[in-house]
């Protein structure tokens, strides 16, 4: 069995085999597509979707949950006043590694009183991506 990536993939069925054949027109967030063709069968493929690359949110926490969570980034990466945070700050940016990440989460569950999931929290990698995570949290908490 092949493996072949690529942008455009063209198929062609012979004349005896058109009648089965079915033709699809355009193939979207493709991994890897596999052709497999037995000896006096019809070639048959195989397509395996890619995985979910992102994730758009439109939801927008708060400007006061945004300032708090800035605070507590501050405090727990021991930055000085003149460093800037702001929303769009990436935790990689302010000099945080994964430790200081999880040491920022659980600042912030304590802060807020909730629990941030392990899946929830690898997906967090600015100060704005943690406040909208929060106000979603704090939502649920109270309904």
Known sequence: ??????TAIATFARPQ?????????????????SFSIQR?????????????????????????????VCEIVKKQLALSDD???????KFSALGADSLDTV????????AF?????????QSITTVQDAA?????LVEAKSS
């Open 1 to 6: 069995m092949a493996s072949i990536s690529g």
């Open 40 to 68: 006096n069968g019809f070639p048959s493929v195989r397509l395996q979707p890619a995985p979910r690359r992102f994730q758009v949110s439109c939801a927008q926490a708060k400007p006061e949950t945004v300032q708090k």
């Open 83 to 89: 460093t800037p945070v702001t929303g769009e700050s």
């Open 103 to 110: 040491e920022i989460v659980m600042g912030l569950e304590e």
């Open 113 to 121: 009183e909730i629990s941030v999931e392990e899946e929830s929290a």
């Open 17 to 33: 085999f058109a009648a089965r054949a079915q033709v699809v027109k355009g193939f979207s967030g493709l991994k890897s597509v």
């Open 132 to 136: 909208d995570l929060i106000e979603k």
